[in-house]
């Protein structure tokens, strides 16, 4: 590999290798000829039904609690632009995902971001804050394979926010994206699944587990609530990609997406692994959780490390990374996010060892 190839642990994205082409052009083929006249229409604002009717199944919900959206950003959007206010109390973890922090900011939210731990969201830490008198409109919290950080939050702590946003009367916004791709572990409860009070509203992707071009996502939810995101979705742009939807929704009903699942979690598995081993042998001092699944590690490095000398240091050494201040309020000056999705094995200890030798001349 020359070292002018540019090695990218910055984009969350999987590389061209794990994805189903075949799979997904034969599943548009399946889908114009099943449905020509219903995928070639403007369709309707929840989103290609077949498909909507596929993901309730998914989650046993009814069809009426789903809405169908462009990616699972513009879920988030449609949600924080439904629900919060300018000065309203919000709820993250620390560190979240940057453009979950820039949509909450640009609304005006008051964001309070909650220490994230090894098994989640510090749930003492945000009873604290709701006894000191915050009452926030929502709590976005990541479970599974959490971005930036790759933390999954446990078992016992998702009990417990379901807890305390019925007693503070907060909805809890579990944001999914990653869920399917897991390389160890037990899969755990979905907080949609536990919630009896209606307070979860769950958005999840098939960006991770069919390819980020198809733009498809969605939103579980109540179906009051859904009914008006859907009304506002529908003066937004009438309906979303019908075609696109309609190819999932082929490529789900095939069991094509279960394969897809496998691929990506076992490339992904590995990825991660050879990414962890190369750190611990490259950059002595570095600390990080190594991921049950998803796409991301969390580095924070030796205190002498700041992440805004070493960006382009690394850059200039042709490897490109993520740096922890994206993630943060304040902090993060001695983390970056690593990204395993989009590099092959064999870029991986190379793009250690770039990062390892930008990281000695930052500290020189």
């Not at 190839?5 to 061209?16: E, N, V």
């Not at 399946?30 to 199944?57: C, E, H, M, N």
């Not at 453009?99 to 008051?110: D, E, F, I, P």
């Not at 490259?282 to 992440?307: K, N, S």
Request: hydrophobic content about 45%; glycine content about 8%; proline content about 5%.
């Amino acid at each position: 590999m020359t070292a002018e190839q540019l090695i990218s642990f910055a984009r969350g994205a999987p590389s061209l290798d794990i994805i189903d082409v075949a799979g997904l052009k034969a599943a548009a083929a399946r889908a114009f000829d099943a449905d020509p006249a219903g995928i070639t229409a403007y369709g309707t604002s929840v989103g290609y039904q077949p498909l909507r009717k596929w993901i309730a199944d998914k989650h046993n919900v009814s069809p009426d609690q789903v809405i169908v959206t462009n990616g699972s950003l513009q879920a988030d959007a449609f949600l924080f632009n439904h629900l919060v206010r300018a000065g309203d109390d919000v709820i993250v973890e620390k560190p979240t995902y940057d453009r979950t922090l820039l949509s909450l900011q640009n609304l005006g939210a008051k964001v309070h971001q909650v220490t994230l731990q090894p098994d989640g969201i510090d749930v003492e830490e945000l009873r604290g804050l709701l006894e000191s008198g915050v009452r926030p409109r929502l709590a976005h919290i990541i479970p599974n394979y959490q971005n930036p950080a790759g933390i999954t939050l446990s078992a016992e702590k998702r009990r417990v926010l379901l807890e305390l946003a019925a007693q503070y009367e907060f909805v809890i916004f579990e944001d999914d994206p990653y869920v399917d791709i897991r390389f160890r572990g037990e899969a755990l409860p979905s907080m949609l699944s536990m919630d009896t009070s209606g307070l979860v509203v769950h958005a999840s992707s098939f960006t991770k587990t069919v390819c980020p071009g198809v733009r498809v996502g969605y939103l579980v939810g109540p179906a009051a609530l859904i009914d008006a995101i859907a009304k506002k979705a529908t003066n937004l742009y009438i309906s979303p990609g019908m075609v696109s939807e309609a190819i999932v929704h082929q490529f789900a009903i095939s069991g094509d997406i279960e394969r897809s699942v496998q691929t990506v979690s076992t490339a992904l598995g590995e990825r991660a692994r050879v990414l962890a081993e190369s750190i611990r042998k490259h950059i002595p001092g570095a600390t990080f959780t190594e991921p049950d699944g998803g796409y991301f590690l969390w580095v924070d490095l030796p205190e002498d490390v700041d992440v805004n000398k070493l960006f382009p240091a690394a850059m200039k050494k042709g490897v490109a990374v993520v740096k922890g201040t994206d993630f943060l309020i304040d902090g993060g000056r001695h983390s970056v996010r690593l990204a395993y999705s989009a590099v092959t094995v064999d870029q991986i200890d190379e793009g250690v060892r770039r990062l390892a030798a930008a990281i000695d001349e930052v500290r020189a």
